[in-house]
């Protein structure tokens, strides 16, 4: 399986933008359909949002309109740029492979990484 890395967490005040990464080794994420997911305190991991291996995305009602997932694949990295963030969207962002069927598309396929803490605070 892929080996997937995520980074680019931080904290920034509501209304402020940061870019998560995940970035792949051993295999191209081109052939994957990947998604992000993120765990706030006391909450459930929940789906944010998948690129397919075509670039095709699709976002959580949640995000949608704010996050915008994209894939850049001379880096072998996908992105999940996060603008306007706002106090819910605090939490443990991962990223995984995730299923190409309608009941598989926002689950997780692979074991969780060590994620990236976003926070967002005044």
């Known amino acids: 399986q892929v080996q997937l890395a995520e980074s680019g967490g931080g904290s920034v005040q509501p209304g402020g933008s940061l870019r998560l990464s995940c970035t792949g080794s051993?295999?191209?994420?081109?052939?994957?359909?990947i998604g992000w997911f993120r765990q706030a305190p006391g909450k459930e991991r929940e789906f944010v949002a998948r690129i397919r291996y075509d670039g095709v995305p699709m976002y959580d009602v949640s995000v949608r309109g704010r996050f915008t997932i994209s894939r850049d694949d001379a880096k072998n990295t996908v992105y999940l740029q996060m603008n306007n963030l706002q106090y819910e969207d605090t939490a443990e962002y991962y990223c995984n492979r995730v299923g190409s069927r309608i009941d598989t598309m926002t689950t997780a396929l692979q074991a969780w990484g060590q994620g990236t803490l976003v926070t967002v605070s005044s």
């Open positions: 051993g295999r191209t994420l081109s052939t994957y359909n």
